[in-house]
Nanobody, 118 residues
Framework: QVTLTESGGGLVQAGGSLRLSCAVD????????MAWFRQAPGSQRESVAN???????NYVDSVKGRFTISRDTATNTMYLQMDKLKPEDTGLYSCNANVISPYAGNFWGPGTQVTVSS
């Protein structure tokens, strides 16, 4: 069984910062890709930042220069440093991991709420 747990969300004023964490636990042979998604009320879930299968990093245009994705492979933890937050960044942030455990599977965390006030 593989579980993902996010933390670090909260309420912050516009221009502020938050750091999200996503811990991946369980019997894991290899993590193939990891990503942060967000969903605002009434909107579809969108990919915010990810490590793809080649280990390359991608960001959605709206967060480039403000958000930084990173990971600690020793602890299977992924981070999202969010700076210069805007009200439009508000949403439920979830992490996703594609894992070999030992068979390939796609797993999601329950999410952590980020609210940016103007």
């Amino acid at each position: 069984q593989v579980t993902l747990t996010e933390s670090g969300g909260g309420l912050v004023q516009a221009g502020g910062s938050l750091r999200l964490s996503c811990a991946v636990d369980g019997r894991i042979f290899r993590i193939r890709s990891m990503a942060w998604f967000r969903q605002a009320p009434g909107s579809q879930r969108e990919s915010v930042a990810n490590f793809n299968y080649n280990g390359n990093i991608n960001y959605v245009d709206s967060v480039k220069g403000r958000f930084t994705i990173s990971r600690d492979t020793a602890t299977n933890t992924m981070y999202l440093q969010m700076d210069k937050l805007k009200p439009e960044d508000t949403g439920l942030y979830s992490c996703n991991a594609n894992v070999i455990s030992p068979y390939a599977g796609n797993f999601w965390g329950p999410g952590t709420q980020v609210t940016v006030s103007s």
